[in-house]
């Protein structure tokens, strides 16, 4: 039977080597950066990705730097969602709704280009496919393929971090290999959480990503997570290269998911 003491002293090592074992985890697990930037960061105050010469490094940043307004824009989201699932809930129950709660609901129809010309459960339903939130991940990784990572010219100059386009002379910056005949440009957006929203409200507004909304919708309704890998495939409509975009995102979430 061994002594006490000998216990005891025993038990200090295993507890130092497991410590020892934790320090050597920690100090090999990469961490976030979290870059102290609002909401409203104007084009000025948008970091140099471009100068961060460190690829893990500059992924953290990107990722880092972008991910408190996603977050943020999907809060407000899904602050809605609720209303609205609180609203057909009253609603399956029997009961009355009063009119500022169906005087809100109206207004969250037309900010999602839902026309609610009544309210009912079976009215709410469809609506409820449009307001809903993205995965984040799936943002973060969609953002640093469209703009190399925060360096493209789109985004330094026009917090663009999605490629979204706009049809009218002077709202964006013209593309250089703009082809004759084309009068498209690239949106500017005056913040961050301006070209996240608009963002976020083309994919749960724009009939191109029907299918998107189709997939989450379905997920929701078997009760099962909503991933950033199940909904990539619904942009398939996002880029002219199609199921070769789709494959590219779905690379990228794979192997940059450490730097999240």
């Excluded at 002594?3 to 002293?9: D, K, S």
């Excluded at 410590?19 to 084009?43: C, G, H, M, S």
């Excluded at 029907?210 to 398939?236: F, K, N």
Aim: proline share 5%.
């Amino acid at each position: 039977m061994r002594p006490l003491a000998g216990v005891i002293v025993a038990l200090g090592l295993v507890a130092l080597g497991i410590l020892w074992i934790e320090t050597q985890v920690d100090e090999k697990r990469p961490e976030v950066a979290r870059l102290p930037i609002q909401p409203n960061t104007a084009v000025s105050a948008l970091p140099d990705f471009a100068a961060i010469a460190d690829v893990r490094e500059k992924k953290r940043a990107f990722f880092g730097f972008l991910r408190p307004t996603v977050e943020q824009v999907n809060l407000k989201i899904n602050g809605q969602r609720q209303f609205l699932l609180q609203l057909k809930q009253r609603l399956d129950q029997g009961l009355t709704i009063s009119g500022p709660q169906a005087a809100k609901a109206e207004r969250i129809a037309q900010q999602y280009g839902y026309e609610l010309r009544q309210i009912s459960s079976e009215t709410l339903a469809p609506l409820l496919v449009r307001v809903d939130t993205i995965p984040v991940e799936m943002v973060l990784v969609q953002a640093a393929n469209e703009t190399g990572w925060g360096s493209s010219r789109f985004a330094r100059d026009g917090l663009n971090f999605f490629g979204q386009w706009c049809f009218k002379a002077g709202c964006g910056l013209v593309p250089q290999g703009r082809d004759d005949g084309r009068n498209h440009e690239v949106a500017k957006f005056d913040t961050v959480e301006a070209s996240v929203s608009s963002y976020l409200k083309n994919l749960n507004t724009n009939p191109a990503y029907q299918d998107l909304r189709a997939i989450r919708s379905e997920l929701r309704g078997a009760r099962m997570e909503v991933t950033a890998a199940s909904l990539i495939p619904g942009l398939i409509r996002y880029s002219e290269r199609k199921e070769a975009y789709v494959d590219e995102l779905l690379n990228m979430l794979e192997t940059n998911r450490r730097y999240m």
